[in-house]
Every structure is written in C-alpha cells, then in structure tokens.
C-alpha cells in the first residue's frame, strides 16, 4: 500500500467536511456514528485510530469508549491497518 493511499482514504469518507460534527459528547456520539454506516474506508478510518491511540471522537463507526473496550480484548494486535485494511473481510469479535 502507498503513503498516497493511506492518506487518500480521508477523501472518500462520508464524513469528509464534517469533522466537528464527529466529536461531541457522550451519548452524543453513537448518533454521531451513523455517518460511518456503509462508509466506503471506514476500516482505514477505524485502523487509523487504533494504531495511532486516538482517544476522542468517533473513528471507523465506533466511539471512544469501544476503541478502548477492543484495544483491551486484543492487546496482541500490533497493526490494525494490517488486519482490518490490508486482510479485508477480517472480523474482530
């Protein structure tokens, strides 16, 4: 995979232009999420805040609280981009 690509992936996200609106609150953030839903990257989205520890706003469809909830279940995991972007079609329960 390209430097390109992996920086190309924002263009193509439902999000795109809309940032702000993707880091409220608490529970505003599972209504936040909705924009993910049939997101064309939002496995690159959600790897990105994986590998790099974001801990605000929500990523890939999931909030603050499930990124951290998942790290904890899989702290084998070393590359997310690998497994969710490079391994498409891979499922972490």
Known sequence: MTALFQEDWTLQANCRGM???LFPEASEQKRARTVCAGCPVRSECLA???????EWGVWG?????????LLRQHTDVRS??????????AHIP
């Open 61 to 69: 469809g999931m909030t603050e609280r499930e990124r951290r909830q």
């Open 80 to 89: 997310w981009r690998s497994l969710l972007v490079d391994q498409r079609g």
């Open 48 to 54: 990105e805040a994986l590998d790099n520890r974001i």
């Open 19 to 21: 940032e702000d609106a």
